[in-house]
């Protein structure tokens, strides 16, 4: 079946600009992830959705990162002001449920702020 | 803080030898532990992970790891090493509640596969 697809598969942006980044889970999934990989951080866990359960955004290094997952399924990822150190690839998951159900991994968008 | 170290940033094996890639994480509670790979232009994907029980895990590919409470590890192996195993690996932790499951990985450890 379907995997997680994200989207775009590549973003180049000015800095200060607003970008936008989607995710489409596995069907049926209703566990949602976001992590961030990069150069000098490696993986990083950035926020997580469950059913109606209110997400956790313990991860989320400033208050210019936001998301939201709208009728259980898809997600934004939103950086507003983009800055040079948020170029990284953002990378999303989904898991069948919660708990520690096992979590697949999209392609990426990986992200260029000039 | 919970994390997790991968003391080698790079390892070089021989095809057909065998193969070890370290991991020792840091948690005050029993682990949640995982090894993911991601090879070149591919998304990471899972190999094995370990919740409970018997203390070795098998995964796909061939691959086997082994955790070890009292030296805080979570070791990834595999007896004979094919050129198409050139990746990188991260071991990871993950924090659960029962609504999810962040995972907190490793820097990674990148495998190159010689002849």
């Known amino acids: 079946g379907a995997g997680v697809s994200q989207s775009p598969s590549n973003k180049v942006t000015e800095k200060g600009k607003d970008v936008e980044l989607r995710c489409d889970p596995i069907?049926?999934?209703?566990?949602l992830y976001w992590y961030r990989q990069s150069l000098g951080q490696g993986l990083e866990f950035l926020i997580y959705f469950q059913g109606n359960s209110a997400p956790d955004k313990s991860g989320l290094p400033s208050d210019r990162f936001s998301a939201e997952r709208t009728g259980g399924s898809v997600s934004t990822l939103t950086i507003q002001r983009t800055q040079q150190e948020d170029s990284a690839v953002y990378l999303c998951?989904?898991?069948?449920?919660?708990?520690?159900?096992?979590?697949?991994f999209g392609p990426g968008t990986r992200l260029l702020v000039l | 803080a919970q994390s997790v170290t991968q003391p080698d940033i790079h390892i070089t094996v021989s095809e057909g030898a065998s193969l070890e890639l370290r991991c020792n994480y840091s948690?005050?509670?029993?682990?949640?532990l995982f090894w993911y790979v991601q090879s070149p232009g591919q998304g990471l994907q899972l190999l094995l992970k370990y919740f409970s029980g018997d203390t070795l895990v098998q995964g796909i590919k061939g691959f086997e790891a082994e955790f070890k409470r009292s030296q805080s590890s979570f070791n990834l192996r595999k007896p004979s090493v094919h050129w198409s195993d050139a990746a990188e690996y991260f071991c990871a932790v993950g924090l659960s509640n029962q609504a999810g499951t962040a995972l907190i990985f490793g820097k990674g450890t990148t495998l190159s596969v010689s002849s």
């Open positions: 069907s049926g999934h209703t566990a």
């Open positions: 998951a989904s898991s069948l449920g919660g708990g520690v159900g096992t979590q697949y």
């Open positions: 948690y005050g509670a029993t682990p949640y």
